[in-house]
């Protein structure tokens, strides 16, 4: 397989690459349950986006590969601004969905590890470039670096087609995460491997 260059995303690439996730998480089933009408998802997403992992570019833990995927990793002890995550769920998420949403919000920091680790909240590959491997590159960029400094990482997968991408890359799922009439995510935790 080519080698796909894996490069650190910048403040400078931060809308293009926001605009990618947003291509990438429109057929998402917990992004579209959470925002089902087309132009609420458009006009949300990326506020949604900023808020859970745009810490990643000021960090230098958001990656890239071109402008079609990207990964927003957050290093131990660095975390999601939950304070506009919040906000922006009370202003954007269905009244009849907050009970629901509020409960999946509980469940998600239930499995979050207390340990220190790695935190993968957002991956994403526009659709047009799907399929290609940049999904893989962008996760064997960070786990090398997991790996070599003996830190887990931990995500949530939203979508249950990504599941067999992240168990080919050690993660193993920790449980289901789903309320009411949301999507189920499955969490997921890959223990730091032996490089050989």
């Not at 202003?91 to 509980?106: C, H, S, V, W, Y």
């Not at 887990?152 to 997968?157: D, V």
């Amino acid at each position: 397989m080519k080698s796909l260059h894996v490069e650190t995303a910048t403040a400078a690439d931060a809308a293009a690459v926001i605009d990618a996730m947003m291509l990438a998480f429109a057929g998402d089933p917990m992004a579209r349950w959470s925002w089902g009408d087309p132009k609420l998802y458009l006009t949300t997403f990326p506020r949604f986006a900023w808020a859970f992992g745009g810490v990643a570019f000021e960090r230098g833990t958001a990656h890239r590969v071109g402008h079609a995927g990207a990964a927003l990793w957050l290093a131990p002890g660095v975390y999601p601004d939950g304070e506009k995550m919040g906000v922006l769920m009370a202003e954007t998420i269905p009244l009849a969905l907050q009970n629901d949403g509020e409960t999946l919000m509980e469940q998600m920091n239930r499995f979050h590890p207390q340990e220190p680790h790695w935190y993968l909240p957002l991956i994403g590959i526009d659709p047009a470039h799907q399929g290609k491997g940049l999904g893989a590159a962008l996760l064997r960029h960070q786990l090398a670096i997991c790996d070599r400094d003996g830190a887990p990482a931990y995500l949530e997968s939203s979508n249950p087609r990504n599941i067999g991408l992240y168990e080919r890359h050690g993660f193993e799922a920790l449980g289901r995460i789903q309320a009411g009439s949301s999507p189920t995510m499955v969490p997921m935790l890959r223990k730091p491997q032996r490089r050989t």
